[in-house]
C-alpha cells in the first residue's frame, strides 16, 4: 500500500507564493507519474499539473501555466508544487495522486492524499 500526505497549505494574499509538498511511502515511488489535484467548494474535483517517474516530462492545466512548476525529489520521496502569482481562484484544496498511466483523468489515479487547505485573499 502507497500512503500519501501533502502539506504547506495556508492563507496567502493574492500575487504571493506557496510550496506544497506531498511526501510518499513505498519502495516504488520513482516508477510512477505523479498528480497534483484540486477542489474548490461546489466545484469537481480538476487536473492540475504531472510529473513523469524522471521529472523529464511535466503537463499543467492552462489555468496554471506560467505560475505553477511541478517538480519531484525520489531520493525523498516527495513531490512539490510551487505556485506563484496566487489569485483568489485557486484557492481550493489541493491533492496529490499517484497515476497507473500518464493522463489528466481522476480515473488514471490510484492513491490519494488526504489534501492540503490553500486559500488566497483578494
Known amino acids: 500500500q502507497v500512503q500519501l500526505v501533502e502539506s504547506g497549505g495556508r492563507l496567502v494574499q493574492a500575487g504571493g507564493s506557496l510550496r506544497l509538498s506531498c511526501a510518499a511511502s513505498?519502495?516504488?515511488?520513482?516508477?510512477?507519474?505523479m498528480g497534483w489535484f484540486r477542489q474548490a467548494p461546489g466545484k469537481e474535483r480538476e487536473f492540475v499539473a504531472y510529473i513523469s517517474w524522471s521529472g523529464g516530462t511535466t503537463i499543467y492545466t492552462d489555468s496554471v501555466k506560467g505560475r505553477f512548476t511541478i517538480s519531484r525529489d525520489n531520493a525523498k520521496n516527495t513531490v512539490y508544487l510551487q505556485m506563484n502569482s496566487l489569485k483568489p481562484e485557486d484557492t481550493a484544496i489541493y491533492y496529490c495522486?499517484?497515476?497507473?498511466?500518464?493522463?489528466?483523468?481522476?480515473?488514471?489515479?490510484?492513491?490519494w492524499g488526504q489534501g492540503t487547505q490553500v486559500t488566497v485573499s483578494s
Open positions: 513505498g519502495r516504488t515511488f520513482s516508477t510512477y507519474t
Open positions: 495522486a499517484r497515476a497507473l498511466y500518464d493522463s489528466p483523468r481522476l480515473s488514471a489515479y490510484d492513491y
